[in-house]
């Protein structure tokens, strides 16, 4: 494997740390109380948050440390996976492409590596991820441990791709891992909510570098869903975004290309400056809400892009929210998705942000909410300034009753007979937790409620 240099300098680092709401500092022995995701919606006051700058540095304070102790990314959980009172360990340092090889396209990196970054690393050596969630300043361990995912009848979540990975231990063991070396480990680590260790190495099976045109449609909703149903599998990866109260819906298709790369487009209109205006007014006017969606036409027009896969993928997401999604049956998704929005309409439920809908195709890791079925992933958004619990305490039950797993690192209110009842792997799961982590250490409040 070819080597190269660590991607993020000191000060990108903190600049990433800051814009994600974190308050950082990058030297191991200098502790920071107090914790918050990005939404704000987590937050915890913990007796330390350190910044191991290498594996022998984290090793150390496994080892020195008692009690609690679990890991962050990206902070983009909504779920309460990280708050603890014990020890936070950020994987900010852990940064990098470590080396890849060029025949079997595959790429090893630290962990901490966000996804736009690991991305980027993988278009200047020919490869590509084979799917990106439009969202992708989330870390690879934190990604990877939630099966976060784009969209795509035909594509699985990222998890999916995992080769090997080098997990950190509880009492600070070093573990490779991969379908050959503890093969069981390895099935339960690719989707493993932190509970196991902390992932400090990820190999990724990739496909060559490629190109993506990006095109953007306002219409009805119902002519939205019509259309994705019936070109799903015309294009590798589709999903729309639906206004219920404005009965408008923006379409958005990816297709591969050879075609010359668009300009940088230069709007007259800061989109998220407008979401955050139209939240706002909606919050504060209620009544405004139906008006303000169904404008949506006149200030978010047909639109097409392209460009590399590491700079079309992505969507600026400056305005806040909270986010509650369920995986159901590919075969129900848009029966499900239509009685959400009527439900959002007959409950007058005051939301100005969208419904999101999307593809993913089944995998085989133990706690993956695509385990074994394709699946249509709903996902309901709330403006952080707004109460999420009066919709999604609406809206969860229904994505339930369609056989709905939740994304790990989204809200929702399951427990663990609940999880143990739609994951066939889950006492398995359970069970190589115990081994590699008989006191519990890496276990939160959260995941002692549904795993201990």
């Not at 680590?189 to 932190?194: C, D, E, F, R």
């Not at 958005?252 to 300009?263: N, V």
């Not at 929702?412 to 792997?425: L, V």
């Not at 982590?437 to 201990?452: F, K, T, V």
Request: with cysteine; aromatic share 10%.
């Amino acid at each position: 494997m070819s080597s190269r240099r660590q991607f993020l300098s000191r000060s990108t680092l903190l600049a990433l740390g800051a814009a994600m709401g974190q308050r950082m500092s990058l030297a191991a022995s200098e502790p920071k109380i107090g914790w918050s995701n990005w939404s704000g919606g987590q937050t915890c006051a913990n007796q330390a948050l350190l910044y191991p700058q290498n594996e022998n540095e984290l090793i150390n304070i496994l080892k020195s440390s008692s009690g609690i102790v679990r890991a962050v990314g990206g902070g983009h959980s909504f779920s309460p996976l990280v708050p603890t009172q014990g020890t936070i360990i950020s994987l900010e340092a852990f940064n990098g492409l470590i080396g890849h090889d060029p025949n079997r396209l595959q790429a090893t990196f630290h962990a901490g590596s966000r996804i736009a970054q690991a991305s980027a690393e993988l278009w200047n050596i020919g490869q590509g991820l084979f799917n990106e969630a439009d969202i992708n300043v989330q870390s690879l361990a934190g990604a990877l441990s939630t099966a976060t995912h784009g969209t795509g009848r035909g594509l699985q979540c990222m998890s999916a791709h995992i080769v090997a990975l080098k997990l950190i231990t509880a009492d600070g063991s070093i573990v490779n891992c991969s379908q050959s070396e503890h093969p069981e480990l390895f099935q339960a680590a690719k989707v493993s909510l932190g509970a196991l260790g902390i992932i400090t190495e990820v190999t990724l099976q990739n496909r060559r570098a490629y190109k993506l045109k990006e095109q953007i449609q306002v219409m009805p909703i119902t002519a939205a869903m019509q259309y994705v149903d019936q070109n799903k599998d015309r294009f590798s990866h589709i999903e729309f975004m639906a206004f219920p109260f404005g009965h408008r819906a923006m379409v958005k298709t990816l297709e591969e290309t050879q075609d010359p790369d668009s300009p940088l487009p230069d709007p007259w209109l800061d989109e998220n400056a407008l979401l955050d205006f139209a939240a706002n007014t909606a919050r504060e006017y209620p009544w405004t809400n139906a008006g303000l969606q169904h404008l949506l036409g006149l200030f978010v027009s047909d639109s097409q892009r392209i460009g590399p896969s590491w700079k079309i993928y992505p969507s600026t997401r400056a305005v806040r929210f909270n986010e509650m999604e369920y995986q159901v049956p590919a075969s129900l998704g848009m029966q499900a998705c239509e009685e959400v929005m009527d439900a959002m309409r007959q409950h007058k439920l005051d939301v100005f942000f969208p419904l999101e809908f999307r593809y993913v195709a089944a995998d085989d890791a133990w706690l993956s909410p695509f385990h074994g079925r394709d699946s249509v992933s709903i996902s309901v958004h709330q403006y952080y300034r707004q109460d999420y619990h009066p919709i999604f305490r609406i809206i969860e039950p229904i994505l339930r009753r369609y056989g709905g797993r939740p994304h790990w690192g989204k809200l929702n209110t399951m427990n663990a007979r609940d999880f143990q009842a739609i994951y066939p792997h889950w006492d398995d799961f359970k069970r190589i937790q115990g081994q590699v982590d008989p006191h519990g250490r890496m276990l939160n409040s959260y995941l002692r409620q549904i795993l201990a």
